[in-house]
């Protein structure tokens, strides 16, 4: 296997090549290493109740933000400024509904 120092520059296609050919390399050994236990311990994951209750608390959270972002940034657009385009109409408040949405999760 060749190494590469830190110095040298490697391109992207070839550090793909390279992880996809570990990957090829190391199918069957990811495969059989699974063992029941880990199983188990994945659907008892899926099967937790407190899981799904954090799961739909964060889903509100984030249709909360992502709404509150939406809804007022086009109605400060379109108040603002009823003549900008489709783009900006649309655009504008997609990225504000993203944000307070991130914004609202962290907290």
Same mark, same amino acid.
């Given at each position: 296997? =060749?190494?590469?120092?830190?110095?040298?520059?490697?391109?992207?296609?070839?550090?793909?090549?390279?992880?996809?050919?570990?990957? !090829?390399?190391?199918?069957?050994?990811?495969? *059989?290493?699974?063992? =029941?236990?880990? !199983? =188990?311990?994945?659907?008892?994951?899926?099967?937790?109740?407190?899981?799904?209750?954090?799961?739909?608390? @964060?889903?509100?959270? %984030?249709?909360?933000? %992502?709404?509150?972002? @939406?809804?007022?940034?086009?109605?400060?657009?379109?108040?603002?400024?009823? @003549?900008?385009?489709?783009?900006?109409?649309?655009?504008?408040?997609?990225? %504000?509904? *993203?944000? *307070?949405?991130?914004? !609202?999760?962290?907290?």
């Amino acid at each position: 296997a =060749r190494t590469y120092s830190s110095t040298q520059h490697i391109s992207v296609n070839t550090l793909n090549m390279l992880a996809v050919k570990h990957l !090829i390399k190391n199918r069957h050994t990811l495969t *059989k290493t699974r063992s =029941r236990h880990q !199983i =188990r311990n994945i659907s008892s994951f899926w099967n937790s109740s407190n899981v799904w209750k954090r799961a739909s608390n @964060d889903t509100m959270r %984030c249709l909360i933000g %992502c709404s509150i972002g @939406d809804l007022s940034a086009m109605y400060y657009l379109q108040t603002a400024v009823p @003549d900008a385009s489709m783009l900006v109409l649309m655009g504008v408040p997609m990225a %504000c509904g *993203k944000d *307070k949405s991130a914004l !609202i999760n962290i907290l």
